[in-house]
C-alpha cells in the first residue's frame, strides 16, 4: 500500500451516507492528499464517492474495487477514477467490496525501500 516517493500514507475511510462524518475527514478532502486510500461501505455510492475522490486526484488514477476480499470467489475490478463507475456497474458490484485507490496500483518504475535491500543493514540483519 506505500512505496518510496509514491505513497508513504495509507488513508482508511468510508464515504458519509446515512451517519455523518466530520466536514475534514470528507472523502473530498482527504483526496487532496494523493495517498493510497481505502473506502470501505462505498460501492454502493460508486458515483458519488469518484466525484469526491476527483476533488484531489486526476481521472487517470488508478483504483480497484475489491469484492469478497480473500474469499473464494473474491473479485478484482481495476481501472481509473475515469471509468471504474461504469466496470462496477457493469460486475454488478452493489457492496461486500473495498475501494483502493492510489498510484501505488499502478506505480511505473519506483525505487523499492531500503528496508527490503539486501545490502541494507539494520538490527534484524
Not at 81 to 88: A, G
Not at 95 to 100: L, N
Request: proline share 6%; glycine share 6%.
Amino acid at each position: 500500500m506505500t512505496l518510496p516517493e509514491i505513497s508513504q500514507t495509507v488513508i482508511i475511510t468510508r464515504p458519509e451516507g446515512r451517519t455523518p462524518k466530520p466536514a475534514a475527514e470528507s472523502i473530498s478532502s482527504l483526496s487532496k492528499h494523493e495517498a493510497t486510500m481505502c473506502i470501505f461501505l462505498g460501492v454502493g455510492m460508486i458515483e458519488k464517492v469518484v466525484d469526491e475522490l476527483l476533488e484531489g486526484y486526476s481521472e487517470d488514477t488508478p483504483i480497484a474495487v475489491v469484492k469478497k476480499a480473500t474469499w473464494d470467489d473474491q473479485e478484482i475490478i481495476r481501472g481509473t477514477l475515469k471509468d471504474i463507475v461504469k466496470k462496477v456497474k457493469d460486475a454488478n458490484i452493489t457492496k461486500t467490496a473495498m475501494i483502493i485507490v492510489g498510484d501505488v496500483l499502478n506505480p511505473g518504475d519506483f525505487t523499492p525501500s531500503k528496508l527490503y535491500d539486501a545490502n541494507f543493514k539494520h538490527e534484524y540483519r
